[in-house]
DNA sequence: GGCGAATGTTAGGCTATCCTAATATCAGGA
DNA sequence: TCCTGATATTAGGATAGCCTAACATTCGCC
């Protein structure tokens, strides 16, 4: 729906340009889809806030970006990724999201700190070496905080998940997913065995944003509904799921 | 976890600027560093040719560098490391030549590629990162080609080795290190078993720098000067006398 | 022992990316 | 509709690195 023109000559996806993208257009790149989706009008200083960036800095790059057919720009209209720019980000997503998942199981690292050397690895490692780790690793389709990973294609899961924020009291559910970029908080949700993968059930809910009982792991514990809000969770067929 | 030993430094060392030098420093360090052996003074042109720029654009780095600490420098008269900037060069070394490894003992590169990837990684990899895949291949003291790895302490085997090409004919030797940064040849020499760890013995030398005939892998062989000066070798004890 | 070739430096410019300060545009309430 | 706060952009400047072209220094040689 979107696909710029192009002027000059029909060499877009072969091969050439791709990779000479420096570190901080990925991130660009990255961002915009994170935030948006992948598909929607994204506000510069949303990419700033997250870039850690000036409003002023955004305006100038996403200017160039516009420029090299990465995204299409209006002034004071938001940014959207085109064709080219959509794969690129994702591109850089499934490098950040598969040198995570080798970091975790095949160099042990702990869950809070791939982050940040993803963060770092993602620009420097070739794709020969991101598929060598994906297939090492047996081609893992989600990261250590249980992201989707883009496939060698750039293809990507989208679901959107219920945040355990949102869970009725009385209902059960698996842990798909936790937000990455706080490490602080990783280590507080692994410490409460709140990780991919997990069952919990939700015992109850105070009002007025109360605290959210819950059952994991054999524990009961309570936690506020901003936490609550950064954990994507799966729902269990049944409301009264067996808790074990 | 290491404050300064070296007795006649005493300048700011302590705290700050280790892990803020930029890519393009560390690859001028450790190109100091590999031309001039750590402790000799290397000219600003070598300095160019090694990194592909311009010897102008080497004057200018080479006078912030000096600025910086990291190392000293008369104009018209050369550079010479620091212990500082000795010690970041070796940091950048032991990443690349533990990434190296790393590549190809656990993710199954071929030599003649880990060179490149790792040109690339040094920069980004914490050195947390280095350390644990070094102790995951079971701290390797050499690299694919040889070469060998700094210690985590930035200590390094600095031994000279004989080239192939220095080796007089009726010579045995074994093949301690290949140099790694042509991808065409280090394929050349794979095929031709030329790798560290292999014993050969020198059959014959043609004289005016003619071609070396030797005996590798049960293989007899021709190859000229050129590549055989890129070949490091320990002579074998076979007339009489111990290696020294 | 001076001169030209080899070597090295400065001058001036370019690009990418960031910043701060000033300005422009938009959108919602009276 | 108009005003104002929120949002976004431009103007102008800094820094790191790189370049080419012009200039400076050193050195080897006769």
Redesign the pocket.
Known sequence: MKTPKRSHLHLEDSPPEEDTL?G??EDYLKAIYEIGRGNVSV????IAQK??????????????LAAQGLLS?E??R?VMLTDTGRRAALRTIRRHRVIESYLSHALEYPWDRVHDEAERLEHAASDELVNRMAAAIGEPVVDPHGAPIPSREGLMDETVHLSLAELGAGFGARVVQVSDDDPEMLRYLGELAIVPGAELIVLAKAPYDGPITLRIAGTKLSIGPALAAQVMVQPLSDPDAPSH
Chains 1, 2 share one sequence.
């Open positions: 420096t901080p257009v506000a510069t200083n949303d870039l850690s960036l000036t409003a002023a800095s955004v305006s100038g790059m996403v200017r160039r720009y002034r004071y938001g």
